[in-house]
């Protein structure tokens, strides 16, 4: 599908290495541009195996597969030159470098538009490339605090709860790849290239659901989204413990009948509009009704039923899971060093299948793309991979 397609990944964070390792996965050449002592991601746990270098990261193996790793030490001159040479190759240049940075580099926008007019660029940047926060550096919960998506989550008598990871990036790492796509397109069409830029921040605080856009236009708040709700919800709207994890149901008029059905009590038929009953004695019932059961249990009387019903599925149930085994999205890696990995694809399905390399050596490619891009070989290699000394 993307066959032919040369992108440049100059990133350290989970939106563009996610977006560029799907681009990766259906035939794009991904030039990841690292550091001498690696990717920040090969640092970040769990480790399988035991293992804790830089190698056997499960974040760098799953964000970084199907590329091509290259080291380049961009405090030398060399290794700037070797880059800009890379870049003028390229396709697509995906970084989220600061301003300041990329015009150290030479690959502002003034520049890479006079000197590399086919080349589309997608910048990802906290809080975008000009206002007051322009050059602030962020985490994953300042992202989300800043974006407005923190405010939702949590009990509304305790402080907001950050969902676990970087939920934050992942979710803007779609945004890059659409908007990498549209630039391939509009290339494509017109010959013109683009140069996008996506701000964190901008991205969560137009994906708040109902209640940033009731919230922005003054309107009243919508039951239920008018504040923090955590899990102290009413029997009809909430999670319960079962005899092996956790469900959840969310019941609205239009299902109450096949919720009833569901626990069998469509005698309370009548008591469903008791406020005090829901409250009291219903979400006792259904709390009682859903600890007896397994989560496959209260699922499979969910299905039979058409009830608003889901167990809370853990990582072993999603492999597990015979829907996904259906879509073909979990794909068998053989991690050199590591053994058989089993890594999720991308989340669509195209008219191409999605391939998969394992996640490359630091620098394992250094060497092939400098003589392919660059000219770099021998002597001039190692000036510019500064202190890495490959293997």
Known sequence: MLEGLVVVELGSGVTTALAT????????????????????????????????????????????????????????????????AIV?????????????????LGLDEPRLAAGFPKLSVVA??????????????????????????????????????????????????????????????RQLRTGRSSYVELALQELQASAMDMQGPMAYNGDPPYPGYGKRIGNSTHSLWSYYPSRDGDVGIFVNPTNIDSFLA??????????????????????????????????AEVHAAAVEHGAPFSYVARPADLLADPTLAE??????????GLGRLRMPGAPFAGSEPF???????????????????????GEDTRAIVGGWRGR
């Open 21 to 84: 390792r799907t681009m990766a996965g259906f035939g794009a050449e991904v030039v990841k541009v690292e550091p001498p002592e690696g990717d920040c991601l090969r640092h970040v746990g769990a480790f399988p195996n035991g293992r804790t270098d830089g190698e056997s990261s499960a974040a760098h193996l799953y964000f970084n597969g199907g590329k091509s790793s290259v080291v380049l030490d961009l405090r030398q001159q060399a290794a700037r030159s070797a880059l800009t």
């Open 88 to 104: 003028s190759a390229a396709d697509l240049l995906v970084t989220d470098r600061r301003r300041g940075e990329l015009e150290a």
């Open 124 to 185: 990802v940047t906290p809080y975008g490339e000009d206002g007051p926060k322009a050059d602030h550096l962020v985490t994953e919960l300042t992202t989300f605090a800043a974006g407005g998506q923190l405010s939702l989550m949590g009990s509304p008598d305790r402080e907001p709860v950050k969902p676990y990871g970087d939920q934050a990036g992942c979710q803007a790492a779609l945004s890059v790849l659409g908007a990498a796509m549209t630039a391939v397109l």
């Open 262 to 295: 569901a626990i069998g009590r469509p005698d309370l038929r009548d008591r469903m509009s008791d406020k005090t009953f829901l409250a009291g004695e219903m979400r006792d019932l259904v709390g009682r009704w859903c600890a007896e059961r397994t989560n």
């Open 327 to 336: 879509t073909g999205i979990w794909h068998d890696i053989d991690a050199p």
């Open 355 to 377: 391939q998969l390399a394992p996640a490359p050596q630091l620098g394992q490619h250094t060497t092939a793309v400098l003589a392919r891009y660059a000219g770099a070989i």
